[in-house]
Structure formats: C-alpha cells, structure tokens
C-alpha cells in the first residue's frame, strides 16, 4: 500500500492561472481530507469529501476554491485564478470509513502551491 | 467555537530531559483528541489518541476536561523525538482540527 499520493508535489504558478492539485486515497479508503499550511501556520482544515460528495467545506474560501471526489479517480482541489496568498502547502489526508469518529487520519506529502 | 492552542510554537529541551508539550482545546461536547507527529522529511502521522489510553514511544497525554487540556509528556526525551508536534480535536461530523503545532527540538 503506498499511503495516500499527492501530485505534483510542487507547482508554480502565475497570479491569475489555476492550480490543480490530486490526492489518491490508501487503497480502501473512501473520506478524505483536505488541509492547508499558510508560513508559520498550523494545519487548516478546508473540506472533507466522502466518493461523489461535499461532507463539509466550511473550511473553503467561498470564492475561487472547488474540490471534489469523483467515483472513479483521485480528489482534486481546484483554485482558480490563483493569488499570492494561496502560496501555501496542501495536504490530503485520508480515512477507512469503517474507523468513523475516532478514525487515524493518514496524511500524504503535501503539495508546495507557489504563485509568482 | 471548536479551537485547539498550542501556545510553545518551540520547545527546546536537553536529552534526558522531562517534556510537556501543551495543548488547550475549545469544544462544547465531549472531545476526542490526538497527537500527530512530523518528523523531519517525513508525512504527518498519528503518535496517540486519548480514548486509546496507550503510551507511544514513551509519550503519554491525559485529557484533563476540567483545564480543557490535554498535554503531551515524556520523562526522559530522546534526540529522535525532534520533530513538529500537533494536537487535534475531532468534532462529531467527522472534521479533525490541528493546533498550530510546537517545535520540540531535543539538543545532545
């Protein structure tokens, strides 16, 4: 099992472009996790997706940020017309359904956003 | 509002050393908490979870409801415990909530 994959690992950008970043869960998960990690900040949690649905998303900023989890594929976080402040790390996380509340989360290698 | 604080953003101790690394949290219901781990080049992984009781690698954490805490400790810290350290609350819907983390650095 090769944990939960993150791709691309690093990925520049200009302002104004978009920024597409995946995350492949472990093999049998089903939840996953999305975070954020602004300089010299913690972990922010921004949307947990379950296959083909939005479980919550209160951490997403209303505008220009979407992300999905289709039936078939890995989870991808999408920004739109990126800017300077979304320069950050991204990292993907991922649970069994069957561990429910008190479910380990298993974390990828994030993604390195950097908007020129 | 669901909150977790750490408020060491570094902790530096020598080996052999008794550590705490502290951890409040905000929650209205009754919590479950964890501490996750980042050694360095390596992913963010899980060190313990309160309702698992358990002692990893020497590090134990209490949850005391009443200080709203949950602190992590270990008697004696080794040089391979230097890594960022994060508390986490985990609400009912299922969302995990991360504290800024604290930078345990153990010097020889």
Same mark, same amino acid.
């Given at each position: 099992?090769?944990?939960?994959?993150? @791709?691309?690992?690093?990925?520049?950008?200009?302002?104004?472009?978009?920024?597409?970043?995946?995350?492949?869960?472990?093999?049998?998960?089903?939840?996953?996790?999305w975070y954020r990690q602004l300089p010299e900040e913690g972990l922010?949690?921004? =949307?947990?997706?379950?296959?083909? @649905?939005?479980?919550?998303?209160?951490?997403?900023?209303?505008?220009?940020?979407?992300?999905?989890?289709?039936?078939?594929?890995?989870?991808?976080?999408?920004?739109?017309?990126? =800017?300077?402040?979304?320069?950050?790390?991204?990292?993907?996380?991922?649970?069994?359904?069957?561990?429910?509340f008190f479910g380990e989360l298993f974390f990828g290698e994030g993604s390195r956003l950097t908007v020129l | 509002a669901q909150?977790?604080?750490?408020?060491?953003?570094?902790?530096?101790?020598?080996?052999?050393?008794?550590?705490?690394?502290?951890?409040?949290?905000?929650?209205?219901?009754?919590?479950?908490?964890?501490?996750?781990?980042?050694?360095?080049?390596?992913?963010?992984?899980?060190?313990?979870?309160?309702?698992?009781?358990?002692?990893?690698?020497?590090?134990?954490?209490?949850?005391?409801?009443?200080?709203?805490?949950?602190?992590?400790?270990?008697?004696?810290?080794?040089?391979?415990?230097?890594?960022?350290?994060?508390?986490?609350?985990?609400?009912?819907?299922?969302?995990?909530?991360?504290?800024?983390?604290?930078?345990?650095?153990?010097?020889?």
């Amino acid at each position: 099992n090769a944990g939960v994959m993150q @791709n691309p690992r690093h990925l520049v950008r200009r302002r104004g472009q978009e920024a597409r970043l995946r995350c492949s869960p472990m093999k049998g998960h089903s939840h996953v996790y999305w975070y954020r990690q602004l300089p010299e900040e913690g972990l922010k949690f921004m =949307v947990y997706l379950q296959k083909e @649905n939005i479980i919550d998303e209160s951490g997403m900023p209303k505008e220009r940020f979407s992300a999905e989890f289709p039936k078939e594929g890995p989870s991808i976080l999408r920004i739109q017309q990126v =800017v300077r402040g979304d320069s950050a790390a991204y990292f993907c996380a991922s649970s069994s359904p069957g561990q429910g509340f008190f479910g380990e989360l298993f974390f990828g290698e994030g993604s390195r956003l950097t908007v020129l | 509002a669901q909150r977790v604080t750490q408020p060491e953003k570094l902790l530096s101790v020598f080996k052999g050393a008794p550590v705490e690394l502290k951890c409040n949290y905000s929650y209205s219901g009754s919590p479950e908490l964890f501490w996750y781990v980042q050694y360095s080049r390596q992913r963010l992984q899980l060190l313990l979870r309160h309702i698992s009781r358990e002692s990893i690698k020497g590090f134990t954490a209490d949850l005391n409801k009443g200080e709203t805490s949950f602190h992590l400790k270990k008697p004696f810290a080794q040089e391979e415990d230097s890594a960022m350290y994060y508390c986490a609350l985990a609400n009912q819907g299922g969302k995990l909530i991360f504290g800024q983390g604290t930078e345990l650095s153990v010097k020889p």
